[in-house]
């Protein structure tokens, strides 16, 4: 009798069959977020690389002379395989820009939010369904208002830190109260935010989006993580997300689907 030795070990495997079944895995994963963002009932949405299609921090720096040291803080932040604590990295940006009141008011009344592609609709889609929407950001409450404005986002429903100033108006630091001043823990950033949303709110569902590291940490709570590369790639967060998009079009037509039809 010819005793014939099977492969046991995963080298032995053939690599059509291993890379299928990662392939089939992979595909599995993306069409449960996507059922996942068809029901939502709220929505969060980072506003940086997001949203809008600059880093606000970074453009208020600009404008205040100092934007290559601020971006050199930023990109160390926001690298998705690094640690950080935000609140401190955060701190040291400010720390560089200290800008005052007046010169915070007159960077808001003469620039203009650059929104990305796309976003207007499916934020008016998703206002249409009846879905919540939020802007959820560890950028400054001040510079978000126009855009929450614009998408006709209620300023209750955003969560962003807040530049604090002395009695002449000077720079004296940032609210370390706000939820969105720190992250690398569920009991801060975005993370704590959504957990907040779900109990005041009693949502059941609710999907965070965006480019970056802290937004890849809100899930869980957040029932669903969708990473955003329309304005910037981040590998490490691409790696992480189970349903990666560069075009907003893809959320929005997404939420025409008929579930029903896959029962």
Not at 125 to 147: E, Q
Not at 188 to 200: C, E, N, Q
Request: charge should be neutral; include cysteine; charged fraction near 25%.
């Amino acid at each position: 009798m010819i005793r014939v030795a099977l492969p046991t070990s995963a080298a032995a495997i053939p690599r059509s069959i291993s890379t299928s079944a990662s392939e089939t895995i992979s595909k599995n994963q993306e069409e449960e977020i996507r059922r996942i963002w068809r029901k939502a009932e709220a929505v969060c949405f980072d506003v940086d690389s997001t949203v809008c299609q600059d880093e606000g921090i970074d453009e208020l720096a600009a404008y205040l002379g100092v934007g290559e040291a601020v971006a050199n803080v930023t990109r160390t932040a926001m690298n998705g395989n690094a640690r950080f604590r935000y609140r401190d990295a955060l701190a040291a940006r400010l720390q560089v820009m200290k800008p005052n009141n007046q010169q915070l008011e007159q960077f808001v009344n003469i620039t203009k939010p650059k929104l990305t592609v796309g976003i207007r609709e499916l934020v008016g889609r998703l206002h249409a369904r009846g879905t919540h929407v939020y802007l959820v950001s560890g950028g400054f409450r001040r510079l978000i208002l126009p855009v929450a404005e614009l998408l006709g986002i209620e300023k209750s429903r955003i969560y962003a830190n807040e530049i604090l100033f002395d009695k002449q108006g000077n720079y004296h630091g940032f609210d370390t109260s706000e939820l969105t001043s720190d992250s690398g823990s569920k009991e801060t950033g975005k993370p704590a935010v959504i957990a907040l949303l779900k109990k005041k709110f009693q949502y059941k569902t609710v999907v965070m989006v965006g480019d970056g590291a802290t937004d890849v940490e809100a899930a869980p709570p957040a029932d669903a993580f969708i990473g955003f590369g329309g304005n910037v790639v981040r590998e490490g967060v691409k790696a992480r997300a189970k349903w990666y998009v560069t075009d907003f079009d893809v959320l929005r037509k997404d939420l025409e689907h008929d579930d029903s039809d896959d029962e």
